[in-house]
C-alpha cells in the first residue's frame, strides 16, 4: 500500500469510526447508572429519562412525520403520508376521544362475538371478566394527565395485575410457538420500555382492533417505563387476541430482565408485592410465542434465525412453556444476529445465539419458502436496516433509544396484498430527518419487484 493511501486510511479510520465507538461504549453502560442515580424522582415532571417522548410540545408534531412512499401506497395511506399535526393538548384530547369511542364499539362487538363463540367458558373466568372491565383499563391510559412530557407512572392494583398477567397467560399459553397471521398489520420491533412512544404509535396508527399488530419482543427493560407497556401490550391481548401478536425477545427472560431494568422497576412501582409480580411476569413470558408468519410469506422474530430451524412445523410445535432458554432453536432466535460478512454461522459476541451471513437468509427462506424475514434486536440510527438482497429487515422501534442515541424509531406496516411500507417516528434533529430520505431510497419496494 502507498504511505499515501495509509495515511489517509489512517485519518478515516481514527476520525469518524472512532469517536462512534466511543459513544456507543458510554450507552452500554450509562442507562443503568442513570437509574440508579435518578431513582428517587421518578415522578419528576420535566424527567428526560427515556419513557419520555415529548421533550416539548413541538416534538409531537415532530414524531408524527411519516416517509414518503410509492405512489401506489401514497393512495392507499393518504391519511398516513399527510404530516398529522397534533399540536396541543386539545387536539391530542380530540383524536384520543374519537379512538375511545370507536373502541367502545369495537369491544361491544367483539364481545358479542366471544359471548356467541365460548357460550360455555369456565364461571371463574367470566367472574374476573366481570371485576376489571378491561377495555375502560386500556382506555384509561390514554388520559389526558398522561399524555405528556417526561415520566408519568400509572398506579396499578395487586388485583389488576394478577388479573391481566392470568388472564395473557391463558391465552399466551393456548397459541402455538409460531402463530399464523393474516395482513394487513403493522410489525413493531423493540420498545424497552418507551412507553410514550408506544402511546404516539397507538394514536398515529389506530389501537387494535382497528389496526392489527404483531410486536417482536422486548418490551422491558431499559426505558422506565416497562410495566404500563406490558400491561397496555397485555390487556389488548385480553380483549383482542386475534388482533395483537406478542412474541417473546431475550429481554423475557428471568436471568436478562433481573438485570437490566424490570425487576428493579417492579420493586419501585409495587409496594410490597414487587417480587411476586415480577416472578409472576416471568411464568406468563416462557408461554410468550416465538415467531409469526405472516400470510405464509412473511416470517416474523425478536432475533434471528437458527442453525436446528428446519421446518416451520418443528417451530409451530415446539412445547411450551419454555423455562430459561439456553440454547437450541427458542434461544438462537431470540438472540441471533444477521453479519453481511459471515459466511454462515459464526458465535455470536452476545454470548447467545449466532451470527448468520446472508447465504444462511437465502436458504433459510428457500427453504420454507418465505419471501421476508423481520426481526429487531438491534438499534439502527434510521429505524431500519435491510440487509443486501432484501431478504431480512431489521427494524427498531423506540425512538431516541434511552435518550443517548438520536435513532429513528420505525415500524413496518404491511397491506393486503403484502405491500409493505416503513412509518418512521423521527425525533428532532435534521441530521436523522436526512439520513433517513437518503435511505428511503433504498427502501422502497414490495414483493412485485423481487425476481
Ligand atoms: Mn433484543
Known sequence: MADGSRQKAAVEARSRPARSVKKERQVAVSPMNRRIRNTSNILNERDERPGGIMKDKSMVHSMAKTQPVSERQTVRLEDLTRPISIKNNAEIQAAVEIQNRLQKKMARNSERRRKMTHASETTAQNRTQERIDFVEFANKHYHIDYLQNGVHKMRYSKEEYENIIYEAQTIFSSEKALVDIDPPCVVVGDLHGQYNDLINMFILLGRPPETVYVFTGDYVDRGMMSLECIMLLFTYKICYPEHIVLLRGNHEIARVNKKYGFYDECLQSIPKYGEEIWAMFQRCFNNLP?????????????????????????????????????????????????????????????????????????????????????????????????????????????????????????????????????????????????????????????????E
Not at 310 to 330: A, E, Q, S, W, Y
Not at 366 to 394: N, P
Not at 432 to 437: G, K, L, N, P, R
Request: proline share 6%.
Open 290 to 450: 416465538i415467531s409469526a408468519l405472516i400470510a405464509t410469506k412473511i416470517l416474523c422474530m425478536h432475533g434471528g434465525l437458527s442453525p436446528s430451524l428446519i421446518t416451520l412445523d418443528d417451530l409451530r410445535n415446539h412445547p411450551k412453556p419454555i423455562r430459561n432458554p439456553f440454547r437450541g432453536i427458542v434461544n438462537d432466535m431470540l438472540w441471533a444476529d444477521p453479519d453481511p460478512a459471515v459466511f454462515e454461522w459464526k458465535t455470536s459476541a452476545r454470548g447467545s445465539g449466532f451470527v448468520f451471513g446472508t447465504n444462511v437468509i437465502d436458504d433459510v427462506c428457500a427453504r420454507l419458502d418465505v419471501e421476508l424475514i423481520v426481526r429487531a434486536h438491534q438499534m439502527c440510527f434510521d429505524g431500519y436496516w435491510v440487509v443486501s438482497g432484501k431478504k431480512l429487515i431489521t427494524i427498531f422501534s423506540a425512538p431516541m433509544y434511552c435518550n443517548l442515541y438520536k435513532n429513528a424509531g420505525c415500524v413496518l406496516k404491511v397491506d393486503d396484498e403484502l405491500g409493505i411500507q416503513m412509518v418512521a417516528f423521527v425525533p428532532e434533529s435534521p441530521k436523522v430527518e436526512q439520513v433517513i430520505e437518503e435511505k428511503n431510497r433504498v427502501w422502497d419496494f414490495s414483493f412485485d419487484n423481487i
